[in-house]
C-alpha cells in the first residue's frame, strides 16, 4: 500500500486551477526527500512533470507547478486544459521503508 | 534521442520465472542508476528495484525481495529483472526507468525517463 496519499479525483472546467496533494510523513517527505510528479496520459507511460519538488523539465508549460511544505506537496495546475485530463502520482523516498515510494495517484477531470 | 525500451513479458504461471530486459540509447548508461517500477491492471504506481550506475548496489521493495535480481550489463547497455517465484500479484506492466541526475547516491532524484513498459500476466 502507497504511504503517500492523494485524493482520488480532482475536476474544473477548462482555464480553472486545480490543485493536488500528496500527504506524507517524517519518514518521507517530512525527512526532507524531494518529490516528484509524474502524469500518466489514458494508455501510456508515466512522464515526469516536476522534480525536486518544484522544477520543471524541459517542454513542460509552466502551468504545471509544485510545492512542498513540512510532511506534504502539492501540484497545482492553472488554466487547465483538455489534455490535462490524465493520471498524476507524486513519488519520494522513505528512509524507514529503505526504498521509493508513489503517491496512491488522482485522476484529472476536465469537466 | 534517450530510450528505453522493456522486452520479456509474457504470461507465466505461478511459481515460475521470467526475465524482463530493458535496452537504453541516447544517453551514457553506465553513468546513471536505473529502476524498475509496476503497474497493476487499473492499480498505482509501485516502485520494484533499483540498481547503482555501476551494478554495486541493489534495492528492492520488500514485496519482490528474495524472489526478484535487478542487474545491469554496463558493456551492452541493458538493464535487466529476473523475477522468480512469480505470483498472481506480481501481474503488471513493468517499466523500466532512468534516474534523472547521475551521482554515486541518487536516491534524492526522480526518474526522467520510462520506457513503455512490459505487461507480465501470472496466471494458471
Known amino acids: 500500500q502507497s504511504v503517500l496519499t492523494q485524493p482520488p479525483s480532482v475536476s474544473g472546467a477548462p482555464g480553472q486551477r486545480v490543485t493536488i496533494s500528496c500527504t506524507g510523513s517524517s519518514s518521507n517527505i517530512g525527512a526532507g526527500y524531494d518529490v516528484h510528479w509524474y502524469q500518466q496520459l489514458p494508455g501510456t507511460a508515466p512522464k515526469l512533470l516536476i522534480y525536486d519538488n518544484n522544477n520543471r523539465p524541459s517542454g513542460v508549460p509552466d502551468r504545471f507547478s509544485g510545492s512542498k511544505s513540512g510532511t506534504s506537496a502539492s501540484l497545482a495546475i492553472t488554466g487547465l486544459l483538455a489534455e490535462d485530463e490524465a493520471d498524476y502520482y507524486c513519488?519520494?523516498?522513505?528512509?524507514?521503508?529503505?526504498?521509493?515510494?508513489f503517491g496512491t495517484g488522482t485522476k484529472v477531470t476536465v469537466l | 534521442q534517450v530510450q528505453l525500451v522493456e522486452s520479456g513479458g509474457g504470461v507465466v504461471q505461478p511459481g515460475r520465472s521470467l526475465r524482463l530486459s530493458c535496452a537504453s540509447s541516447g544517453f551514457t548508461f553506465s553513468s546513471y542508476g536505473m529502476r524498475w517500477v509496476r503497474q497493476a491492471p487499473s492499480k498505482g504506481l509501485e516502485w520494484v528495484a533499483a540498481?547503482?550506475?555501476?551494478?554495486?548496489?541493489?534495492y528492492y521493495a520488500d514485496s519482490v525481495k528474495g524472489r526478484f535480481t535487478i542487474s545491469r550489463d554496463n558493456s551492452k547497455i541493458t538493464l535487466y529483472l529476473q523475477m522468480n517465484s512469480l505470483r498472481t500479484e506480481d501481474t503488471a506492466v513493468y517499466y523500466c526507468?532512468?534516474?534523472?541526475?547521475?551521482?554515486?547516491?541518487?536516491?534524492?532524484?526522480?526518474?526522467?525517463?520510462w520506457g513503455q513498459g512490459t505487461t507480465v500476466t501470472v496466471s494458471s
Open positions: 513519488q519520494s523516498y522513505d528512509s524507514s521503508l529503505s526504498g521509493y515510494v
Open positions: 540498481i547503482s550506475y555501476d551494478g554495486s548496489n541493489e
Open positions: 526507468t532512468k534516474v534523472r541526475s547521475p551521482a554515486a547516491i541518487d536516491y534524492h532524484y526522480g526518474m526522467d525517463v
